[in-house]
């Protein structure tokens, strides 16, 4: 199972990390620590100080630097050690990697690329808590489960028939339609509308028949970020079954950002805000919604650790695509497509 | 080492299988969901659904099938898939193993082997809560050892004097003095005389010396049926030390059933039934004597797991027979002649 | 990662094993069970029944011999079945491995090498309880972590001024300056003078400046005997910075006996006693220093198992010394030397 190295990966919430403190995540197996020293400046280095080996994350801040609290060395936001307590020289290989890091739409991106290929306009236009336009919840959720088989999940949203019956209230619509799927050139844009049906749980006041519009893209490393809103039934077939104008939704305008992080081989995290737009909810729907979303996010959860444990134990696992499958065979296609350019050493990533 | 695929192994109890329920189980290394259609029919499948190997234990019966509930493939009994949402096509390759499953004595059986040698004539004769001659109840022990080591201790009952000195009061005798033993097509029967002894614990009102006669078969591919009783002293000899007529049986008449099935390298479920002949207890006694099974049984499995942690951490492990163990030799050459048969490809396994 | 064989490991504490009772360990990845037969002997022998391997840990002390509780089987001290119930004959293979094993200064030692080299003479000579000159208490730590990651602890103190910051409240001199490194025949004497600064936590009304003199020997296979005390300001100058008159101490004279024992590639057992002088110190001070010693060694096992983590996460770990890895240095390399001499069948380990 490959995964793209030349990517944007998210570490953490912004909110999440004062000034002075430390935050430890494994990514792509790679033990980090990110920090943000005492000025504002969040950084990233290999969690594992070079003289014997101790993760930095059980370190302390210090101005602009991190200091290793088991013998003291003392690190720059560079990676290099600029103190060794009772040494005066410093060797030249006393030094850990350093990963290109940016703080952008509320989250912590990590590069686990070649850092001179990380190119922040790669970063996807995830919609953060300084958006005004939406009012926004967030959660997190650590899985058993290799990244690969949650983005599968978010690939093919046919499971919300089954697996999120109860949760989101989704109806057997989801599983017995097609969505209209487009390549983009790091990821795929999923659009459908639903038509003819009451509004999911969470839209207050929609129980009469309507048609829903849901677009989302999802994007390489594994990040989804998804719209959509109820309309006067009849608007999808007024737009020909496409984009409509959002200004006409009678209500249900969220926005959700998504980011599957993959931590080691069988295990990974999973970010997740979401809320209503200004003038389709308040605090209070955004409270309901993050309810739905632990219970809909854990029913996830379930079925795709039980699935990542079939699959362990599994000698030789096949599995066999369905016509639902589109997105999830776009989408992994292109992750194949990536990682091997990159173990080719051909660099090719610009957007 | 080896166990006998074509067998019978048990994999729960009917009464705990509702119609419209599922009950997960590996056996064999082998995931198996276990399930009854509303019909009242008992079936067993894979566990593993070929679209993306989600467990079909997580799954939905639906009259006679099951829905796998990630993205909604439905299986018949035999395996095969009959829907799959929003497609119209269905591939050929489209189905999940289906294990030949009866169910007798109270006990749901799955035979791990050719499906064409699946003969119920091989299911042993245990004893199940339909039969109006015993008053049982019942339990089950998931053990972290593999089934052969527990096979191995109901085979030598030389353990009961030390292990289950507390629970059961068993004298030294039992591990002092061996037992006959007399092969059978397929398994052992261990036959003895405890003599000029009182009752173990259980046998109320039997404090006085008697002569306890115990026989149990124990059956491929490890199922323990035993009964025995308490005579007046001196029936052992009368019957010249052979086996009793069991209506003089002064008291202490007692069946029971027991079945170990390996579930992986290493694990194992064991389940029981007990209780008294309807002619020498009640419900008061049965309960009191499944009291003192849930603790020997307990006393088992703490030695038994000890066994297999050190086994595990033994580079080559080798033990050194006893004179107590010719039950267990005898029984597990079986074991491996009849796994090197159907190894050979060699179907032997006839009655 | 070596260790050597040819040394007396601490197995447990003398008073913690009462007369017919057993403890089990694992020494360098073999199960051993020690146990005191009723006459008072200690006694170690392999953990594993020579039948079926069931743990003689589970077993019974019966007189000076121990029984093996799954089938009877009967172990003399010396390792050699002396009775198996219901068998008249004992083969002559019916033996477990026997370790040599003394007890001293309070401590249960296991020699682990050739019992022919088995020299008591090589035991450290740690302070027990039976030293009328010291008042301790004791402890004991399991680790998730290899024992060498604890002895390099032990062998270096800059750590003190980073790790045992609030504990100890060590200063940053301990990281700053070196203290003076001597080898010995089996370890290493690591000697120290702290001059002009305050007494360490729990030296109580000692808050004045003073010169705090430090010693403690290192020695196979992981054994640290320290102690030390508070002297007149100017003393350390005046010995021209080498070992004091003890009996000029004004306070804080303790001593501290350590143990580190490898159980298994991973994990460790740390045992340890602390105490005061009978003329710096009472029962209540000694509690005091326990106390301290029970955080500052929690604080031990928090660095050095996130340590191990991450050393086992590392695919090919490289450690960069610093000029404060003397002693780690020096150790290792008589550690190695001494399991190569092992490796090679030269028996040179006389002292």
């Given at each position: 199972?490959?995964?793209?190295?030349?990517?944007?990966?998210?570490?953490?919430?912004?909110?999440?990390?004062?000034?002075?403190?430390?935050?430890?995540i494994?990514?792509?197996?790679?033990?980090?620590?990110?920090?943000?020293?005492?000025?504002?400046?969040a950084?990233?280095?290999?969690?594992?100080?070079?003289?014997?080996?101790?993760?930095l994350?059980?370190?302390?801040?210090?101005?602009?630097?991190?200091?290793?609290?088991?013998?003291?060395?003392?690190?720059?936001?560079?990676?290099?050690?600029?103190?060794?307590?009772?040494?005066?020289?410093?060797?030249?290989?006393?030094?850990?990697?350093?990963?290109?890091?940016?703080?952008?739409?509320?989250?912590?991106w990590v590069?686990?690329?070649?850092?001179?290929?990380?190119?922040?306009?790669?970063?996807?236009?995830?919609?953060?808590?300084?958006?005004?336009?939406?009012?926004?919840?967030?959660?997190?959720?650590?899985?058993?489960?290799?990244?690969?088989?949650?983005?599968?999940?978010?690939?093919?949203?046919?499971?919300?028939?089954?697996?999120?019956?109860?949760?989101?209230?989704?109806?057997?619509?989801?599983?017995?339609?097609?969505?209209?799927?487009?390549?983009?050139?790091?990821?795929?844009?999923?659009?459908?509308?639903?038509?003819?049906?009451?509004?999911?749980?969470?839209?207050?006041?929609?129980?009469?028949?309507?048609?829903?519009?849901?677009?989302?893209?999802?994007?390489?490393?594994?990040v989804?970020?998804m719209?959509?809103?109820?309309?006067?039934?009849?608007?999808?077939?007024?737009?020909?079954?496409?984009?409509?104008?959002?200004?006409?939704?009678?209500?249900?305008?969220?926005?959700?950002?998504q980011?599957?992080?993959?931590?080691?081989?069988?295990?990974?995290?999973y970010?997740?805000?979401?809320?209503?737009?200004v003038?389709?909810?308040d605090?209070?729907?955004?409270?309901?919604?993050?309810?739905?979303?632990?219970?809909?996010?854990?029913?996830?959860?379930?079925?795709?650790?039980?699935?990542?444990?079939?699959?362990?134990?599994?000698?030789?696992?096949?599995?066999?695509?369905?016509?639902?499958?589109?997105?999830?065979?776009?989408?992994?296609?292109?992750?194949?497509?990536?990682?091997?350019?990159?173990?080719?050493?051909?660099?090719?990533?610009?957007?």
């Open positions: 199972m490959s995964y793209v190295r030349n990517a944007w990966y998210v570490a953490g919430w912004s909110q999440d990390l004062a000034a002075g403190e430390r935050l430890a494994t990514i792509l197996g790679e033990p980090i620590v990110v920090w943000r020293g005492e000025g504002g400046q950084v990233a280095l290999e969690d594992r100080c070079v003289h014997r080996l101790a993760p994350s059980l370190g302390r801040c210090e101005g602009a630097n991190l200091r290793c609290m088991y013998h003291g060395l003392l690190f720059a936001p560079d990676g290099r050690v600029v103190e060794i307590p009772g040494q005066d020289l410093i060797p030249a290989q006393a030094r850990v990697k350093s990963y290109p890091l940016v703080e952008r739409h509320s989250w912590l590069w686990m690329g070649a850092a001179a290929a990380a190119d922040p306009a790669l970063i996807p236009p995830a919609v953060g808590f300084d958006d005004p336009a939406y009012i926004l919840g967030k959660g997190q959720l650590d899985y058993a489960a290799e990244a690969r088989l949650i983005n599968d999940n978010l690939l093919d949203f046919s499971h919300l028939s089954y697996v999120h019956a109860n949760s989101f209230g989704s109806s057997e619509t989801w599983a017995r339609t097609r969505p209209k799927i487009t390549p983009l050139p790091r990821g795929i844009r999923v659009e459908r509308w639903i038509t003819g049906e009451p509004g999911m749980r969470g839209h207050v006041g929609q129980d009469d028949p309507l048609d829903r519009w849901s677009t989302y893209d999802f994007l390489i490393p594994g989804l970020l719209t959509g809103g109820n309309f006067a039934e009849g608007t999808a077939a007024a737009c020909g079954f496409g984009p409509p104008d959002m200004a006409q939704a009678q209500g249900g305008v969220t926005f959700t950002s980011a599957v992080t993959p931590l080691d081989k069988g295990s990974a995290r970010f997740f805000s979401w809320g209503p737009h003038d389709h909810g605090a209070a729907l955004r409270d309901m919604l993050m309810g739905i979303a632990d219970q809909a996010f854990g029913e996830d959860k379930v079925m795709i650790e039980a699935q990542q444990r079939v699959i362990a134990a599994t000698p030789d696992p096949q599995v066999m695509p369905t016509s639902a499958d589109k997105g999830v065979i776009l989408f992994n296609r292109l992750v194949e497509k990536l990682a091997r350019g990159e173990a080719a050493g051909a660099a090719t990533l610009a957007a």
